[in-house]
């Protein structure tokens, strides 16, 4: 039973004082409702309005590709390291600790394979099971241009009204088919329709020419791929270049994972994003980092096991 003991009237109302009525710190995100709000305040950090996503998807349809083979052994150690893990449903449970407290931006698209057509997806995670992972956010493909457009947009758009229903955000994930030029004018396009399809933020590759316009017409947040993997220093430029330009983050995976030394990289990479750490300090630090750190990247051994 509530104590109705010792009732007192309340005396500090701060009569006079307005309340704050503060715009949220993410583009694009003032009208949201709180929990969606919430969701991206933990994928983005509020105190930079950024985020380095770590991007581990990529076995929803490349299978064990390298860096990739064995997510418990290579990713775990990196998840302390980023701001958000982008993964699947699969992965996330069987290989990721229930005790990670990052946000997860759930991949809710598949349905192919590097055999086949890649733009012929479905959506591939019912909303209920992302509410059940805890998700933070949804990750959609979208294939402009690519032979299954009008499907990837129609998932897209049931994958923002089952999270809007939520309260999850989603991410469209702009897919380039091989035939397209990733040009400012082909992304620029790509990213405006998705936005104006409901995504909650995007994600899309780096141009060299153009990048600022592409990042400016996209009325939300924009995080860049990393795409193949380049040597650090271009990676940790591209990074810098596209932040500079607008972009509000990474969601990188080959450049980070694919690295000798993926922890040092991520936090390098973190320096660029968060700090605005030029590329060649940035650089350095990966370098002194590497020198310490473990070496968990694809040319790591297996590490020693005791037999329990
Ligand atoms: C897009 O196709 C998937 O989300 C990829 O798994 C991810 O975008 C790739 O990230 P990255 O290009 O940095 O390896």
Redesign the pocket.
């Known amino acids: 039973m509530p104590d109705l003991d010792d009732l007192q009237d309340g005396k500090n109302y701060h009569i006079g004082v307005p309340m704050q009525s503060n715009a949220f710190f993410l583009k694009g995100s003032n009208s949201l409702d709180w929990g969606m709000k919430n969701r991206l305040a933990r994928v983005f950090n509020p105190a930079t309005g950024r985020t380095v996503m770590l991007?581990v998807?990529?076995g929803y349809f490349q299978g064990p590709t390298t860096g990739l083979e064995r997510i418990d052994i290579s990713i775990v150690p990196l998840v302390p390291y980023a701001d958000a893990l982008?993964i699947t449903r699969g992965a996330l449970r069987t290989s990721i600790p229930a005790e990670m407290s990052k946000p997860v931006v759930l991949r809710a698209t598949g349905g192919q394979s590097i055999l086949k057509e890649l733009s012929n997806e479905l959506v591939a995670v019912d909303i209920e099971d992302a509410v059940r992972l805890n998700a933070s956010a949804l990750?959609v493909?979208v294939y402009i241009g690519s032979a299954h457009e009008h499907q990837s947009i129609g998932n897209l758009v049931k994958v923002v009204d089952a999270g809007n229903r939520q309260g999850i955000p989603t991410l469209a994930?702009t897919?380039v088919g091989k035939e397209l030029a990733r040009d400012a004018k082909y992304l620029g396009l790509a990213t405006r329709i998705c936005a104006e399809m409901g995504a909650h933020f995007v994600?899309t590759y780096f141009c060299e020419k153009g990048f600022a316009r592409v990042a400016a017409a996209c009325p939300v947040p924009l995080v860049i791929?990393?795409?193949k993997k380049l040597p650090e220093l271009e990676a940790l430029q591209m990074a810098y270049v596209a932040i500079d330009q607008g972009a509000a983050g990474v969601?990188?995976?080959?450049?980070i994972f694919q690295c000798d030394a993926p922890i040092a990289m991520i936090q390098a990479v973190r320096a660029v994003v968060h700090d605005q750490e030029k590329p060649d300090k940035a650089y350095e630090l990966y370098l002194s980092l590497k020198k310490d750190a473990p070496r968990t990247g694809p040319s790591a051994g297996v590490p020693n096991r005791s037999r329990s």
């Open positions: 991007a998807d990529h982008m990750a493909q994930v897919g994600k791929a990393g795409g969601d990188m995976g080959r450049n």
